[in-house]
C-alpha cells in the first residue's frame, strides 16, 4: 500500500486531485446557485434568493422529460436485450476467431462514430424511406428509438461481456450436479448472477441516449421534442433562472440514480462472486 | 474462464446464433446508414438520379472547411494534452489509496460521467460569462479591471470539453495504474530514486501505453464533439461538427454534410485505431 | 434399501478402460476401477495425472472417448451429470453466491419439487451433520473458508445420493483447518456409509481418509491398494517415493531363493534376501528401497555382530521436533536419511547402520522411476489381500 513512503509529492497529488474533483462538479454547483434567485434572467448575485424558478416551470419542459425518458427507456430496454444475447453469444458460444473479431468490432462500432455523423446519416436515411417508401419513421418516433438502441448496444455488450468472462462455470456445474436441468440452472442461477450486470448496462444505455443531444439533433420535430435539445435552445435564447431549474433537478435526479443503482449493484456484485 | 473439454457434453450451437441477431441489428441499422450517407456523398446536388464527384471537389477544394478542420485539430489536441495532464494525477490517487476520500474522488467521477452534456456547458456558461461568477468574483476582488471575455472563444471550448473527457480518461486510467505494483516504487526508491524519480522513471513509463490509447480516444471524441463547442463557442469559434451541422439545418444541403462526415469520420476511425491497437483492450474470454 | 441388501447389490462404481484425450494429450488412458458400496477410495497424484479427469468423468461433465461408466451395475456413460445421482463438491467449492446458505443446502431438493417444510427439515439435518446449525440465514461470502467447505458438502449430501465425488476440497484451506477438516470428513462419510471418491495430491490426506489408495500417473493407476498395502509394498519407484520418503541404494541381483530376490548392495559383502517389485534375473542391476524411518542407527557396540550391519559416519543432525534427521555416509552410495528418537547420535559420530531384510523393496534400476510393466502386473503381484475387501 506504501503508506510508509508518504512524500510531500504524493501530498501534492493529493491536493491536486481534490481541487480537480471540485471543478468536476462546479457546474452543477453553478447551476443549483443560479437557478436560486429572483428575476427572470439568471444575474449572479441575485438580488434576492428565491425559489420562484422552481415553481414556475412550463408544462411543456415535463412534457419534453417524459418524451426522452420514454425514448431512451425504449431504447435502453431492446439495447439491454441485443447486448446480452451478444455477449451471451460471444463469450459462451464457441464462435471461430475471425467471426468473433468482426462480430466485436460491429457491436462496437456506433460508439466509434461521432454523434452527429450518426444523426445526419440516420436523418438522411429515414427521410430516403419516406420519400422512397412512404413509411415516416421520424413522425413516429420509431426511427428515433431504433437509433438510440442502435446507438446503446456497445455499452451493454461491453458490461455484461465482461461479467459473463468472469462468471465462475462450475457454479452451473454445481447446479447440474444437484439435479437442475440446463433451463432451470439457467434461470436460477446463471441469470440471478447476470441481472446487476444487465440491469448497470440499461442504465448506462438510458442515460447515455437521454443527453445525447446531436444524435437526435436532426430527428426532432414539432411533435416529438427531446429535453437536451430542447435545454440547447433555451440557452442559445436566452438563458433564464428557469433554465437554471429545470438543469438542476434533471442534473441531480440523474445522479441520486446513478449513486443508489451504483451502491445497489456493487453491493450485489460483491456478493456475487461467481 | 474455466474451459470445458473439448467433449463439450454441456455446450451447444445455440449460443453461438444468438449473437447474429444483434449484429444485424447493428449492421441493419448503423451499417444501412453510413452505407447511405457514403452513397448520399456522391450523389449530385442538381441531379438526384447521377453520382458524381463534384461533392468532393466542392468541399475538399474550399479552404474554409480546411480551416476549420485545422482549428478543431489544434482545439483536441490542446484538449488531449490538458485532460492528461489533469486525469494523470487525479487516477493515481484513486487507484494507489484505499481510503474513503479516494473512494469518494471515485464516486465523483463516475457520477460525473453520467452527467449531461448539455447541463455541464450550462454550469460553464453560469461560470464564464461576462456577467457570470467567475468575472463577478474577480472584478469584487479587484483581480481584474474588465471582465474576461471567456465565452465564444476557443480557449472556453477547451475548457468545456476538457471538463467532459476529465473523467473519462481518470476512469481509463484508473485501473492501469492499479496494475501496476507500488513495489517497483519502492525498489526504485531503496536504489536511490527520489518520488518524483520513481514515479517519472517506472510509473509513468509503465502506463505510458495506456495513457496514449486513452488519449487518441479522447482526441477523437473531441473531434467529433458538438454540444459542447456549439453551447461554448457562441457561434464564433466553430468546430468541424458544427460545420456539418450548419450545412444539413441552414442550409439544406445533405450531399456537403455528406462529404464532410465522411471527413471527420474517417479522421476519427484512424484515431480510434491508433487506440485500440495500443491499448489492445479485448473482454477477457474473447479471443481474436 | 436396507444395508444388507445393498452390501449384496452390484459393486457401487465400475470405471472399465476408460480412455479420454483432450486433444493431443491422453488425460485418461485405459483406467478401469471397481469400488464396493461404502468405501472410501482416493485417487492420489500428481497435478496432470489424470485423477480430477477420472472425476469429472465419473460424475458426468466430460465424456470419455472409450471405455463405461456403471452405477450399481447402471450404465451412466452416456447420461448427463443432473442425471446420475451422484454428488460432487467442487476445488472452489462453487456455493451459489446469491442464495444463502439454506438456500443452497436446500437447492437440490428445490429442484426436485419437494415441499418447503421437507426442505426446511432437511436443511436443518444436514446443516447438524456439519455442525453448522444456525447458519441458515448468513451469504456464501460471509463464511470462511472452512465453513463454506462443510456447506459445499452438507449441500451435496442432501438430497442423499449414492456417490460421493471430493475434487481436492482442502487444497484452498490451511494445514490446521485441513486436519481437522479431514477427520470431519471421515466422521461424516462413517456416519452415512456412503461410497465416497477422493481425489487429492496431498499422500497424508490419502493415508489419512482412505479404505483404498488408487496412485495415479500419467493418466492410470500405478497401484491400488489399501494404504498399509502400497506404503509397506509399493509397485514401483514411483509409488515408493510419491508415498512417503524412500531412499534408494544402487545394487546387484545375485539370485532368487525361496520366492524372494537375493540381492548384493554395491560397496558392501552382504547378501539381502528381500521382496521386489517384480521378478528379476540373476545379473540384473536394482535399486533397493528402504525408507528412513526404518533405518537404524546405532552406536558400533550396540550391534550384535551376527546381525547385517554397514559402517557409516554421521555427517548432518536436523532438529526437527519430535525427532531429528540424521545423514549418514556409508560406503553404500548418497547419504542415507534416518531418524534419531534420543539424543547421543550427533554429528562426527562412527555407528553403524542397519535395518530389517522386510522393510526393504528391490525395485528395476529404471532412471525415471516409472514401472517398467503395465500397470496391471505389479497390481497382481503384489498383496494378495487387495481384492478381498
Known sequence: MGDEHRSALDGVIVGWSLVVVVLLVAPLLVAAVNSLGDGVLAVFPPEHFSTDAYRTIPDRWWRTIGTSAAVSFAAAAIASVLGTLAA????????????????????????????????????????????????NALDNGVGLVLAHAAYTVPFVFAVVGARLASFDVTLEDAAMGLGASRTETFLRVTLPILMPAILMGGLFAFLISFDNLPLSLFMVNARIQLFPIELFNGITFEVTRVIYAVATIVAVATSVIVLITFRYLRSVLVHADG | MTSRDGQAVIESAGPRLLVLLPVLFVLATFGLTTAFFVWASFVDARDAAALTLDNYRRVLGDGYNWGVLWSTTKVSLIVVVVTAIISYPLAFAIARNRT????????????????????????????????????????????????????????????????????????????????????????????????????????????????????????AMSMGAYTTPALLGGGRAIVFPELIQQQVHLLRDYSTSAVLSLMLLVLVLLAVGMSSALTRRRLPGLGG | MPMAERAAAVEALRLTRVTHRVGEVTAVDDLSLTVQDGEFVTLLGPSGCGKSTTLRIIAGYSRPQHGEVHLRGRAVTHLPPQRRDIGMVFQNYALFPHLNVARNVGFALTVRRREGAAIAHRVDEMLRLVQLEGFGQRMPSQLSGGQQQRIALARVLAFGPELLLLDEPLSALDLKLREDMQGEIKRIQRTLGITTVYVTHDQGEALHLSDRIAVMRAGRIEQIGTPDAIYRHPASRFVASFLGKMQFLPAQVVGNADGKHVVRLNGHDALLSCNASRPMSAGERCVVGIRPEKVRVNEPEAVASDKWSVAGRIEDRHYLGAHAQLAVATALGAPLIAFDHGDRLHAGRNVRVTWDEADVTVFPDDSQGEASVPHRAPAAHLTPTLEAK
Open chain 2, 100 to 219: 474513503w476520500w479516494a473512494q469518494a474522488f471515485l464516486g465523483v467521477v463516475i457520477a460525473s460521467c453520467t452527467m449531461s452534456l448539455v447541463i455541464r456547458a450550462l454550469g460553464w456558461i453560469g461560470l464564464l460569462d461576462t456577467k457570470g461568477i467567475l468575472n463577478t468574483v474577480l472584478l469584487a476582488m479587484g483581480l481584474s479591471e474588465r471582465p474576461l471575455r471567456l465565452l465564444g472563444t476557443h480557449t472556453a471550448v477547451v475548457i468545456g470539453l476538457v471538463h467532459g473527457f476529465v473523467p473519462l480518461l481518470t476512469l481509463t486510467l484508473v485501473p492501469i495504474l492499479q496494475s501496476i505494483n507500488p513495489m517497483l516504487e519502492m525498489a526504485a526508491a531503496g536504489l536511490g530514486a527520489p518520488r518524483w524519480e520513481q514515479l517519472w522513471r517506472v510509473t509513468l513509463p509503465l502506463s505510458l501505453p495506456g495513457l496514449i490509447g486513452g488519449s487518441f480516444l479522447v482526441f
Open chain 1, 88 to 135: 451471451w453469444g460471444l463469450v459462451r458460444g464457441r464462435v471461430r476467431s475471425s467471426i468473433r473479431a468482426v462480430a466485436e468490432a460491429v457491436l462496437r462500432s456506433p460508439v466509434q462514430v461521432p454523434a452527429l455523423v450518426s444523426g445526419v446519416s440516420f436523418m438522411l436515411f429515414y427521410v430516403w424511406l419516406r420519400n422512397r417508401y412512404g413509411w
